[in-house]
């Protein structure tokens, strides 16, 4: 899908919402809209990964704490704080 068709389908997405007086921040507008375009097979490849990492979590696998996910990314992509 082009930029623009997928602006102007966000736009009518967003429209709907707002004709419903579903209030709904922008962040959890565009997850939903993202969420609403994948395909099955997509949405399906999320979950079962989810599904796969929160099994990880409860066997005790340890994770990466988010603090050194976040430094991560502000290293390789810069911060503005």
């Known amino acids: 899908m082009s930029p623009s068709n997928e602006l102007i389908d966000f736009r009518e997405f967003i429209d709907r919402k707002l004709s419903t007086g579903t209030s709904v921040s922008l962040d959890d507008a565009v ?4 969420a609403s375009q994948m395909s099955e ?4 490849e ?3 990964a989810i599904k796969h990492a929160m099994a ?3 066997a005790g ?4 704490p988010a603090k050194d996910v976040l ?3 502000r290293a390789r992509f810069g911060s503005d704080d």
Request: hydrophobic share 50%; proline share 5%.
């Open 71 to 73: 430094a991560e990314l």
């Open 61 to 64: 696998v340890p994770g990466v």
């Open 56 to 58: 990880e979590i409860e």
């Open 46 to 48: 999320s979950v079962a």
């Open 31 to 34: 997850d939903e809209f993202r």
């Open 41 to 44: 097979v997509e949405l399906n």
